[in-house]
């Protein structure tokens, strides 16, 4: 009897063991296919000593469909904008500005992709201007959430001033996912 029950608690604590193992690997998004996965995705392995290293790109480099970011499995692609007002603007000299975005996923957990994640930094403030779907265009970004290896794509809108620098950021991975853009003045 004194066994069995032995064995039995033996049995519990090697699953136990299992279970806690499994979820650790789950939550670290560790698989046997990742380093094939980020091949795939374009990104090459990351190290230890830079966790949240990410390609970033812009108009500048020539890489076709605009200024990229990719981290934490999430990739944010600006397909295009609109050019910023030249003059007037509404509410006390604020423009609207548009951004057309991609949003790939690459995750087990399906991230809420909408609008609102997105926001607008200005460089030597702390002012910032957050997202809104763009109702000046016909297809502005859904609010869904994105399967693993889907993606999904639309115009978000931000209330801003005129200015030369812009930061656009999305809170879909921590730390936030930056691209710097410039963009273009009718």
């Given amino acids: 009897m004194g066994e069995s029950s032995e064995r039995a608690e033996w049995d519990m604590h090697k699953s136990a063991c299992h279970i806690v193992f499994t979820l650790c690997l789950l939550a670290s998004g560790c698989s046997k296919d990742s380093e094939a996965a980020s091949r795939r995705a374009g990104r090459g392995p990351q190290s ?4 949240f290293r990410y390609p970033s790109t812009d108009a500048a480099t020539g890489v076709p469909g605009g200024p990229s970011a990719v981290r934490d499995s999430i990739q944010i692609l600006i397909e295009e904008m609109d050019p910023l007002e030249s003059t007037g603007g509404d509410y006390g000299g604020l ?4 951004v057309k975005v991609k949003v790939t996923s690459e995750r087990v957990m399906r991230p809420l992709v909408e609008p609102r994640r997105f926001y607008i930094r200005f460089p030597g403030t702390t002012a910032v201007a957050v997202g809104r779907p763009a109702s000046n265009r016909e297809s502005p970004l859904p609010s869904v959430y994105l399967k693993n290896g889907t993606w999904v ?6 209330e801003i001033p005129r200015t030369r620098e812009l930061v656009l950021c999305s809170d879909l991975a921590y730390p936030p996912i930056e691209i710097p853009i410039a963009p273009k003045e009718e």
């Fill in 95 to 98: 423009v609207t500005f548009s």
């Fill in 48 to 51: 230890a000593a830079d966790p």
């Fill in 153 to 158: 794509s639309g115009w978000v809108s931000f």
